[in-house]
């Protein structure tokens, strides 16, 4: 696109704005004509701004980024970590030990408040540092025009006064005066809630114009659906449309994905319910006579053992490490949520070309009226002669070269744009047409671009007196808006029993596995006629995309974890079965294709589930078969990457863009972006969705276990009457010593190996279902259960108030250690499974057990903890105790995986 000349637009596209005059005031961009608002800017269109001139700007606007609110400061966080009811409890517990003239217990639980509380701050940081750095690798690019030259930037460095080149599927990336525009539509949706996209022009409007109706203006957040722009940019960052609602936006969603959510209303609930039972342990131990400080720092000690503070914590750092496990395989998650969606995919909707196929075409054959050219049997340079020697391959190739949208340099060369047309255009150098040339003789002057509804792209080209018109499109589309065929080099009438044979030609590519595309043309006296009416049928191109390498076993671990994969193709479905054959896809499964797609999704779940390819598919359609399955009650991950995928891929449960072909619009649309484009990206993120769940659902329960057993244990001794086998800083010691690391290590694991063999999860299910619960029990009674027969041996063997106290506090601990051993799935096998694998386990267990070990050893903390050091016999009872749970629990679940092989 050219830039706009230097003397003020013609009078009809700029009406005198209204507000002129009236006010001394500049007008808004809105309401200026173009040249006043690039002179406001002091640029010119056609080289831009000058680089001392950005630094300046750039200073001065800062970055062209939307949110004020920078991602969450280290203050804020850190207020976070002790503005919670925990907090005040403990401080509440440290008042007590204050006033109980216990300077020492005082000054520990303040430690203690300040350990966790750095804790969390670290980590909490670490996790959304990562996050906002993956944000990052998905932002956007901008083609600008500077010192002359156009060069793709990051959006976020654009000034205002920067002139920037749009086309069709491109986000706009900051407020943008239109200078010129061809054909341009506008998604407003985002901005306007409008859903009907909008045409844009350069022509001003009046200035008090609403939002939605500044049809010379583009705004961040909206994206080109059709046509191309060029403008200049007048407003970024925060003083854009979009930035001065962002805040808005924010504050109503915080970005908390609904795992995080539900983990925080779970925290709350326990927080209710250890007051509760805190609370009726005090009463029944200032019932039974109990020193009344030390049952009251008992309860509250008690309820802070109960309530995991670090969950939130650890959930995130789950999710943060997924997100850059998932990276690191090319797919980079947009939405936190998709996180923990991802794993309970039922079914894939996948396209074909570059998802299945590698996208790496290359014209096969050519066929006419009258004969046929197979490029696969000559090899290149026999071809190469034959096609420069065959008039009709010639024309044929010059078509599809002039009705093109991408870039090549030269034969060797990759190109650049859809690859399809890329080897359209490697195949016309190699018969001689090349582009530009073409295009110096045959001036382009309309394009109307490929739309996936009608299925066919034109351009029209001055030539001599009247215009050619290049068409091409697939098959059937253009078979049925031709008119005339050209045989024996004359035209001739296009009757139905020609088409029908056209028609089964093109079948035969089909069935080859080629892509099929058919060219044709006509002259035109006007350059505005209907370009797809009247058209001279010339000729089918058969092109070869071959399938993935990696496909087929990515399609095979699919079945194998109870995912439906389902092809849902613009392409015919002799094409798409042929590609479906060489990956092992829809094997036993029916095609659907055109008007047969409608009537399956108006049939319901038995009709779709029939079905295993959608051909000849709509972007209508598209979001109609998403919902059919939604409705159905699977959920459904579907990849896109057009325009006319976006509101199918907002719909979907899992929206996958492509990063490689796929437009800014479906991008933004999309959960997740796979960067290589790949289906077997897919399959990598679900298994880490798979993972991440299991995670959190692992270091949750035993999390839970291990604080529910401190509960009971405590419980059972006022219950009974007995000394205390916990003290109160004993439990705080615990927590932050078991809670942390064995919790941190459960949630980096890798996850079970057989992740992906078994049925996706119930999307209901929540984190805690009956299962987890009756596992939280069991765990916590036994661990109990070990810690008072621990007691009990303390007093057979007569031992101090402090031995024994020691005795109890290291049985729990050390129980609680082992116990993440537990924590391994019962599939899996006793020596060699997903907790034994995880090396961060091992460094967990190594830390948990110095920090145990040396408090007995080490006298200050020995009197803080009131623990002694433990004799033979003690340390006897303690591994004793605290190992008998591993051993029951382990052989239970030996037990349990042996019934359910037999049954
Ligand atoms: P797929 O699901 O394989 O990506 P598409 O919806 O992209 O299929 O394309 C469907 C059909 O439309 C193709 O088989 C081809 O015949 C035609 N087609 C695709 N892209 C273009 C284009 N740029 N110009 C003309 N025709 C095209
Ligand atoms: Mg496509």
């Given at each position: 696109?050219?830039?706009?000349?230097?003397?003020?637009?013609?009078?009809?596209?700029?009406?005198?704005p209204?507000?002129?005059?009236?006010s001394?005031?500049?007008?808004?961009?809105?309401?200026a004509?173009?040249?006043d608002?690039l002179q406001?800017?002091?640029?010119?269109?056609g080289?831009?701004?000058?680089?001392e001139?950005?630094?300046?700007?750039?200073?001065?606007?800062?970055?062209?980024?939307?949110?004020?609110?920078p991602?969450?400061s280290?203050?804020?966080?850190?207020?976070?970590?002790?503005n919670?009811?925990?907090v005040?409890?403990?401080?509440?517990?440290?008042?007590?030990?204050?006033?109980?003239?216990?300077?020492?217990?005082?000054?520990?639980?303040?430690?203690?408040?300040a350990?966790?509380?750095?804790?969390?701050?670290?980590?909490?940081?670490?996790?959304?540092?990562?996050i906002?750095?993956?944000?990052?690798?998905?932002?956007?690019?901008?083609?600008?025009?500077?010192?002359?030259?156009?060069?793709?930037?990051?959006?976020?460095?654009?000034?205002?006064?920067?002139?920037?080149?749009?086309?069709?599927?491109?986000?706009v990336?900051?407020?943008?005066?239109?200078i010129?525009?061809?054909?341009?539509?506008?998604?407003?949706?985002?901005?306007?809630?409008?859903?009907?996209?909008?045409?844009k022009?350069?022509?001003?409007?009046?200035?008090?114009?609403?939002?939605?109706d500044?049809t010379?203006?583009?705004?961040?957040?909206?994206a080109?659906?059709?046509?191309g722009?060029?403008?200049?940019?007048?407003?970024?960052?925060?003083?854009?449309?979009?930035?001065?609602?962002?805040?808005?936006?924010?504050?109503?969603?915080?970005?908390?994905?609904?795992?995080?959510?539900?983990?925080?209303?779970?925290?709350?609930?326990?927080?209710?319910?250890?007051?509760?039972?805190?609370?009726?342990?005090?009463?029944?131990?200032?019932?039974?006579?109990?020193?009344?400080?030390?049952?009251?720092?008992?309860?509250?000690?008690?309820?802070?053992a109960?309530i995991?503070?670090?969950?939130?914590?650890?959930?995130t750092?789950?999710?943060?490490?997924?997100?850059?496990?998932?990276a690191?395989?090319n797919?980079?998650?947009?939405?936190?949520?998709?996180?923990?969606?991802?794993?309970?995919?039922?079914?894939?909707?996948?396209?074909?070309?570059?998802?299945?196929?590698?996208?790496?075409?290359t014209?096969?054959?050519?066929?006419?009226?009258?004969?046929e050219?197979?490029?696969?049997?000559?090899?290149?340079?026999?071809?190469?002669?034959?096609?420069?020697?065959?008039?009709?391959?010639?024309?044929?190739?010059?078509?599809?070269?002039?009705?093109?949208?991408?870039?090549?340099?030269?034969?060797?060369?990759?190109?650049?744009?859809?690859?399809m047309?890329?080897?359209?255009?490697?195949?016309?150098?190699?018969a001689?047409?090349?582009?530009?040339?073409?295009?110096a003789?045959?001036?382009?002057?309309?394009?109307?671009p490929?739309?996936?509804?009608?299925?066919?792209?034109a351009?029209?080209?001055?030539?001599?007196?009247?215009?050619?018109?290049?068409?091409?499109?697939?098959?059937?589309?253009?078979?049925?808006?031709?008119?005339?065929?050209?045989?024996?080099?004359?035209?001739?009438?296009?009757?139905?029993?020609?088409?029908?044979?056209?028609?089964?030609?093109?079948e035969?590519?089909?069935?080859?596995?080629?892509?099929?595309?058919a060219?044709?043309?006509?002259?035109?006296?006007?350059?505005?006629?209907?370009?797809?009416?009247?058209?001279?049928?010339?000729?089918?191109?058969?092109?070869?995309?071959?399938?993935?390498?990696?496909?087929?076993?990515?399609?095979?671990?699919?079945?194998a974890?109870?995912?439906?994969?389902?092809?849902?193709?613009?392409?015919?479905?002799?094409?798409?079965?042929?590609i479906?054959?060489?990956?092992?896809?829809a094997?036993?499964?029916?095609?659907?294709?055109?008007?047969?797609?409608?009537?399956?999704?108006?049939?319901?779940?038995?009709?779709?589930?029939?079905?295993?390819?959608?051909?000849?598919?709509?972007?209508?359609?598209?979001?109609?078969?998403?919902?059919?399955?939604?409705?159905?009650?699977?959920?459904?991950?579907?990849?896109?990457?057009?325009?006319?995928?976006?509101?199918?891929?907002?719909?979907?449960?899992?929206?996958?863009?492509?990063?490689?072909?796929?437009?800014?619009?479906a991008?933004?649309?999309?959960?997740?972006?796979?960067?290589?484009?790949?289906?077997?990206?897919?399959?990598?993120?679900?298994?880490?969705?798979?993972?991440?769940?299991?995670?959190i659902?692992?270091?949750v329960v035993?999390?839970?276990?291990?604080n529910l057993?401190?509960?009971?244990?405590?419980?059972?001794a006022?219950?009974?009457?007995?000394?205390?086998?916990?003290?109160p800083?004993?439990?705080?010691?615990?927590?932050?010593?078991t809670?942390?690391?064995?919790?941190?290590?459960?949630?980096?694991?890798?996850?079970?190996?057989?992740?992906?063999?078994?049925?996706?999860?119930?999307?209901?299910?929540?984190?805690?279902?009956?299962d987890?619960?009756?596992?939280?029990?069991?765990?916590?009674?036994?661990?109990?259960?070990?810690?008072?027969?621990?007691?009990?041996?303390?007093?057979?063997?007569?031992?101090?108030?402090?031995?024994?106290?020691?005795?109890?506090?290291?049985t729990?601990?050390?129980?609680?250690?082992?116990?993440?051993?537990?924590?391994?799935?019962?599939?899996?096998?006793?020596?060699?499974?997903?907790?034994t694998?995880?090396?961060?386990?091992?460094?967990?267990?190594?830390?948990?057990?110095?920090?145990?070990?040396?408090?007995?050893?080490?006298?200050?903390?020995a009197?803080?903890?009131?623990?002694?050091?433990?004799?033979?016999?003690?340390?006897?009872?303690?591994?004793?105790?605290?190992?008998?749970?591993?051993?029951?629990?382990?052989?239970?679940?030996?037990?349990?995986?042996?019934?359910?092989?037999?049954?």
């Amino acid at each position: 696109m050219e830039p706009a000349p230097g003397p003020r637009g013609s009078a009809k596209s700029d009406p005198e704005p209204v507000a002129r005059g009236r006010s001394v005031v500049p007008p808004a961009p809105h309401a200026a004509p173009f040249v006043d608002v690039l002179q406001d800017l002091q640029v010119s269109p056609g080289s831009g701004l000058a680089e001392e001139e950005i630094m300046e700007r750039r200073h001065h606007h800062g970055a062209n980024i939307a949110h004020m609110r920078p991602p969450a400061s280290a203050w804020r966080l850190l207020w976070h970590q002790f503005n919670s009811p925990i907090v005040y409890l403990l401080g509440a517990a440290a008042a007590l030990a204050l006033y109980a003239g216990q300077m020492e217990e005082a000054i520990a639980v303040l430690a203690v408040l300040a350990i966790n509380g750095a804790i969390g701050f670290a980590t909490e940081l670490r996790a959304i540092r990562s996050i906002a750095a993956l944000r990052r690798l998905g932002t956007h690019s901008a083609r600008v025009k500077r010192d002359g030259l156009v060069r793709l930037l990051p959006a976020q460095d654009l000034v205002p006064g920067d002139i920037v080149i749009l086309e069709a599927g491109d986000a706009v990336p900051a407020d943008i005066r239109i200078i010129e525009a061809a054909n341009l539509r506008v998604d407003e949706s985002l901005l306007t809630g409008e859903s009907i996209t909008v045409e844009k022009t350069p022509a001003p409007v009046p200035g008090e114009t609403r939002l939605g109706d500044r049809t010379c203006m583009l705004h961040k957040g909206t994206a080109l659906t059709q046509g191309g722009a060029l403008g200049v940019v007048v407003a970024t960052g925060a003083r854009t449309e979009i930035g001065r609602i962002a805040r808005l936006i924010e504050e109503a969603d915080p970005g908390h994905s609904p795992l995080e959510r539900k983990l925080a209303r779970l925290s709350r609930q326990l927080v209710v319910a250890t007051f509760v039972i805190a609370g009726v342990i005090a009463l029944l131990g200032v019932l039974g006579g109990r020193d009344t400080v030390l049952i009251l720092e008992a309860a509250i000690a008690l309820a802070v053992a109960a309530i995991p503070e670090g969950l939130p914590i650890v959930a995130t750092l789950a999710l943060a490490r997924g997100m850059w496990r998932m990276a690191r395989q090319n797919a980079l998650v947009e939405r936190l949520s998709a996180v923990e969606t991802l794993g309970a995919t039922t079914v894939i909707l996948t396209d074909k070309t570059g998802t299945l196929t590698e996208n790496r075409m290359t014209v096969r054959r050519l066929h006419f009226a009258d004969g046929e050219v197979d490029l696969a049997e000559q090899g290149p340079d026999p071809a190469l002669a034959r096609l420069i020697e065959d008039p009709q391959a010639v024309s044929l190739l010059r078509i599809a070269v002039l009705c093109n949208g991408a870039d090549l340099a030269g034969v060797d060369e990759t190109g650049s744009g859809d690859p399809m047309e890329v080897a359209l255009l490697r195949a016309g150098l190699l018969a001689g047409q090349e582009r530009d040339r073409l295009l110096a003789t045959h001036r382009l002057v309309r394009t109307e671009p490929f739309d996936p509804r009608s299925r066919m792209m034109a351009t029209v080209h001055e030539s001599g007196d009247g215009f050619l018109v290049a068409a091409k499109g697939a098959p059937e589309a253009i078979v049925s808006a031709a008119s005339r065929v050209v045989l024996d080099h004359r035209e001739t009438d296009l009757d139905d029993a020609l088409r029908a044979e056209w028609l089964a030609q093109a079948e035969t590519f089909g069935h080859h596995g080629l892509r099929v595309l058919a060219c044709a043309m006509k002259m035109e006296t006007r350059s505005t006629n209907d370009p797809f009416d009247d058209l001279v049928l010339v000729g089918l191109i058969g092109l070869e995309d071959p399938a993935r390498a990696d496909v087929p076993g990515a399609i095979a671990d699919c079945l194998a974890a109870g995912i439906r994969v389902v092809m849902v193709t613009g392409d015919h479905a002799t094409t798409a079965r042929s590609i479906a054959h060489a990956v092992g896809l829809a094997q036993g499964l029916e095609a659907a294709e055109g008007d047969a797609v409608e009537t399956v999704i108006e049939d319901g779940p038995a009709a779709l589930s029939r079905i295993g390819i959608f051909a000849r598919v709509s972007p209508e359609e598209k979001l109609a078969l998403v919902k059919a399955y939604q409705a159905a009650g699977e959920i459904v991950a579907m990849t896109g990457d057009g325009v006319n995928d976006a509101p199918a891929l907002r719909q979907a449960d899992i929206g996958v863009a492509m990063g490689l072909r796929g437009t800014d619009v479906a991008r933004e649309a999309a959960a997740m972006v796979l960067l290589d484009d790949a289906f077997p990206t897919i399959v990598k993120a679900i298994r880490e969705g798979r993972v991440i769940f299991g995670n959190i659902r692992r270091f949750v329960v035993y999390l839970l276990s291990c604080n529910l057993s401190e509960v009971l244990v405590v419980a059972a001794a006022v219950l009974f009457g007995l000394p205390l086998p916990l003290l109160p800083l004993q439990i705080l010691y615990l927590n932050l010593v078991t809670d942390i690391f064995p919790a941190f290590a459960l949630a980096m694991g890798e996850g079970e190996h057989g992740v992906l063999r078994r049925p996706p999860r119930k999307p209901a299910e929540s984190i805690l279902g009956a299962d987890q619960w009756g596992r939280i029990v069991l765990f916590a009674t036994t661990l109990t259960a070990a810690t008072l027969a621990a007691v009990v041996a303390a007093h057979w063997y007569a031992l101090s108030e402090t031995q024994a106290v020691t005795v109890s506090f290291l049985t729990l601990a050390f129980a609680q250690v082992w116990h993440v051993f537990n924590m391994r799935s019962v599939r899996a096998g006793l020596f060699v499974n997903e907790i034994t694998g995880n090396v961060w386990i091992w460094i967990a267990l190594a830390l948990c057990g110095v920090l145990l070990v040396l408090p007995p050893y080490f006298a200050p903390l020995a009197g803080l903890l009131g623990v002694a050091p433990p004799d033979r016999t003690m340390w006897t009872i303690v591994l004793a105790c605290s190992l008998a749970p591993l051993v029951i629990l382990q052989a239970g679940m030996l037990l349990r995986r042996a019934l359910v092989t037999a049954a």
